[in-house]
Structure formats: structure tokens, C-alpha cells
């Protein structure tokens, strides 16, 4: 292109290989780095690099860490026999967020999806499967999402695990808190009725 | 469910149009390629926020145009009015559906609220074509109707297309960890599917056998049947339909491999019309299809307002085409029975058939993509 300089192609060449961002919306961060201090965008930079340089995975959860084995992995106040099992990193923060939670965890990297070629190796169930030989664990609590992929990879994950004699549970899905029945979808609430607890 | 009034802007050759309906039969005639049927499309677009006759949206936008939009006033049988409007954005390749100008995001969630019984040439392939034609028709109804199985359904479809990823692949597709957890939500699934579908098949049967002797006037006897691919006790329960599912699963496993597809499922059933016992598939005459086809909606009418709680409207596309001028008559009579009624035809207005019925009917002139009532026509 004729009007803009090639440094800044460049960048918002590299903004659009980010999920979710388009070519607008690429050409309006690059134009705001722009307008950012020296200092900042030197910041910006690093940080970039460092979270390249510095993050590896934990090679007891398989969570993203600077330290390895993890803070969670390493902690002495966490219960050594409870792992949760959850897709991604986010879930992880999520569950830690609720504050309720004091067990290990392992993230798979994804859910089983043939379509996309995603596979038990891609996952890290290898590395699940490790854990048993090191340490004393009593129960597994599968967190995976509720789609179709989820569903798969608890199933699969269940019949793997089962043999190992430990107790194996999957995380309720049902109807949020603060929310009213009357205005749940229906395949949530059908859902939720087949968990039922008993009183 | 009445329809009272439409808007269609870049639909197909409706430019811009805007008609206002009678709450029984509207007779909307023109000649071939007038836009007739794209106005049956248009309803269809208020009721199910989709088309009838096609998946992809961008079919009826008109040529050279980015949007089209289609506005509705439908008021329920309660009185609510309810003001539906389908926006369609080619370049930002958007659809909205709005109701009372509040966005729907889950489209699917506004499904059964509006309910349509849709008739059209095409579908005389429910009882003269292939299997497939027969579980649409299925699932159509029943997703209207029952919002558990759409979520089921739609389910089951991902699950199907997963395990043939693994099935079609000669890496993975004998391997038995791989494909079990599949097997097992299949199963879930499945059985919940088929349940569903035979506990419908059982209440269809009595609207489908008392509108048929209305119908036809004739002494043969309609039935209906649903057919797995395994033998099934009367009343059958869910767990009795997985085990089923599990033994045939076991059964086909090798086949499965081979072919790379999933070949066990209700994917794979099948739904039996008989007249007095025998398959219609096989020995019925091209009047005896004719007759159990408009059967059939009349029966799904009739089931869907029980279902929804609501009157549902009826489109009927070119259906007087193969019919004489007696049975059109009696066709008439009978849909005068109904709800609010969509008619297209390409027989004109002045037809003496129509003149007997009066004001009953209420008349349209479709020409080249605008419409006009039947009777200021005549004065002009």
C-alpha cells in the first residue's frame, strides 16, 4: 500500500494473526501503539518476549509457569490427592477465583475432537497418567466444558482412569446461581433435572 | 397464530411490498415466476426465522443488493401482537431476528413459538422418496414442538460427524478407546432421539387416522410406524432402546470401519406409512400419495396446535396443480376449518371454484414482484 509505511503493514500484518482481530481493528491498535510513549511500547515488547522466554509448562500440571514445578504444584497447603482436571489455563483461574477449591490440577491443552485432528496425544493425558506413579491420589474431578467435545473427553478420561481404582467425579452443570427457573433454556434445565441430588 | 401484515424489501423479485392479510384463506395467484412462492418464503422466514426451501440466506436477497429485511404484525391466539423482523446483511454476512425490537440471539430459541405447517411440491418425497425425506420431516415437527429434542438433535449431529472423523480415518478407526466414548454419548443421545420419535409416531396416529377419513372419504385404514433397526417392545423404555443401540453398535463394528461411516442410529431409521397394512412406498397410487401427503399436514396442524398451545398458520405452495376441480372444492371446504390459511396458485382469481366461496376467501394478484388485492383490481 501506497499510504502507509511499511513498518506499520508489518505490524498490523502481525495485530491480524491475533484471534478475534480483524483488519480494522488491527490498523486501530497499531495506529494507538503509535501514539504511545517510548518507554511503553518498550514495555509492550519485552513483555512479549518475556512470555515467550520465561513461560513453560509445569511438568506436574501442565499449567503455564515461570517456576517450575508450578506455585499450585509446589504449594504445601493444597490437598496432594485432589486433581481437577480442566481444558485450558483460563479454567484453571477460574476455578482458583472461586477460592473453594484448595486440590492440585491438570490442564489437558483442549478436548478430543476428531474433526480437528485433535487427539489423546495432543492432549496432555500422557502426562495425567504420569502423575500416578509419584503421587498418592485419591480422587479426580473432571471441569470440562459442557460441549459435545467436553462430554467426549470426561467419557474417555472415566474409562481410562477407572481401572486405577480411585474415585472419579464430574462437576455439576445446571442452573446458575441468582438466575430463576422460569428463564433457564430448556436443555440446561432438562439437564439439570437429570443431575438431581438427593436431599 | 394470525398474520395481519408484511413488509419485504429486497426479497427475491419483492422490491419493495407490503400486504395485509385476512385472518382465514388468503388466495394469492400470479403466473409462473411472479413471486408468489417467495411470499410463502417470506412467512416462513417470520415464523422459523429461516427459509422453507433453503439453508443459505443469501438465495433470496435480490440481485445486486446487500440486505434485505422482512417486517411481520402476528398476534397470537391470546390477542399478544407480536412485531417479527428478519434483517439480512450480506457483507457483514449478518442475520438478526428481532422480536418486538429485541434482538433473538438464540435463534433457535424462538422455534415452536411461531408455529407454520408448510406444504410444497417438493415434499411429496415424505411418502414416495428415500428414507431421509421421512426423519426431516420427523424432525421438523418434533423441533417445533419439543425444544429438548432440538437441543438432542442438534447434539447428535456433531457426535455422528466426530465419530465418522474417526471412522473415516484408517489411523484411528480401529481404535477402541478412541471410538467408545463416542459410542457411549451416541447411545445417550440416540436412545433419547428414538424414544422421542415413537412416543410421537404413537400420538400422531390418531390425528393422522381421523383426518385421513375426512380427506380421502375412503374406507382404507392409514397407519404409521416407526422403524429402527432393531426389534423394540411395545412400550418401550430409554434403557431398553440403549441397550439395543449397544448391541447393535456391537454388531456393525467392523462394517462401521469399513465403510468409514455411522451406519447405527437413528440417523439411520426409517418411518413406514401403511394403507391397510401394506407399505405406501410400494403400492399406493399417485392419488393415494396426493391424498396421505395433505393428510399428513392436516394431522400435523392439528398436533402442532395441541403441542404449541397455539393455532398454527398454514402455507400451502401450488398444491390445486393436480387436483380437480371437485377435490379443490372439498379442500377449500376443509381448510376453511382451520387457522389462517397462505394459498399460492397460478389459477386466476375470477375462477368459477373460488366465486362460490365469497368474501370467505380473500384474494391477492401477484405481478412481477407486487401485489395487489384481487378486488381493487377490479375496479381500476
Known sequence: ?199 | MVLSEIQLSNFRNHTDSKLTFSPKINLISGDNGQGKTSLIEAISYCCLTKSIFTNHDYEPLQFNKTWFSIFSTLTSDIGFTYKNQIRYNYEKKEKNFLINNLNISNMSSAVGRFPVVFLYPELSSITMGGPAERRKFLDILLSQSSKSYLEDLLDYKRIIKQRNAILSNPETKFNKELIEPWNELLIKRGSKIIHHRINFVNDFKPHLTKNYSEISGFKEEIDMEYKTQFELSKNTSISEIETSLNKELIKEKFKEAQRGVSLVGPHRDDLVFKLNGHPVIQFASQGQHKTILITLKFAEYSFLQEACHETPIVLLDDIFSELDNLRTERLLVKLLTLGQTFITTTISTESKTFEKFGSAIEKFIIKEGSSFLATSVYKE
Not at chain 1, 484448595?102 to 496425544?121: C, K, M, Q, W
Not at chain 1, 502423575?131 to 479426580?140: G, K, P, T, V
Request: aromatic share 6%.
Open chain 1, 1 to 199: 500500500m501506497i499510504y502507509t509505511s511499511e513498518s506499520f503493514e508489518q505490524l498490523v500484518e502481525h495485530f491480524t494473526k491475533l484471534p478475534g482481530i480483524g483488519r480494522k481493528t488491527a490498523q486501530r491498535l497499531a495506529l494507538f501503539i503509535l501514539k504511545m510513549n517510548h518507554e511503553e511500547v518498550n514495555q509492550f515488547a519485552t513483555s512479549l518476549i518475556n512470555v515467550k522466554e520465561k513461560i513453560r509448562y509445569c511438568s506436574s500440571c501442565c499449567n503455564i509457569t515461570e517456576q517450575n514445578p508450578c506455585p499450585v504444584c509446589s504449594s504445601t497447603k493444597r490437598i496432594n490427592s485432589l486433581i481437577c482436571v480442566v481444558e485450558e489455563p483460563n479454567d484453571l483461574l477460574a476455578i482458583e477465583r472461586t477460592n473453594d477449591y484448595n486440590g492440585l490440577y491438570h490442564v489437558l491443552g483442549g478436548a478430543l475432537s476428531p474433526l480437528d485432528n485433535i487427539t489423546p496425544e495432543q492432549l496432555k493425558i500422557k502426562e495425567l497418567l504420569r502423575r500416578f506413579e509419584n503421587q498418592d491420589i485419591e480422587e479426580i474431578i473432571l471441569a470440562l466444558n459442557p460441549t459435545i467435545e467436553g462430554e467426549t473427553t470426561s467419557l474417555y478420561l472415566a474409562r481410562l482412569l477407572k481401572p486405577l481404582g480411585i474415585k472419579i467425579s464430574r462437576i455439576a452443570r445446571g442452573i446458575p446461581i441468582g438466575a430463576s427457573l422460569e428463564f433457564t433454556d430448556d436443555a440446561t434445565l432438562s439437564r439439570a433435572l437429570e443431575g438431581r441430588v438427593a436431599l
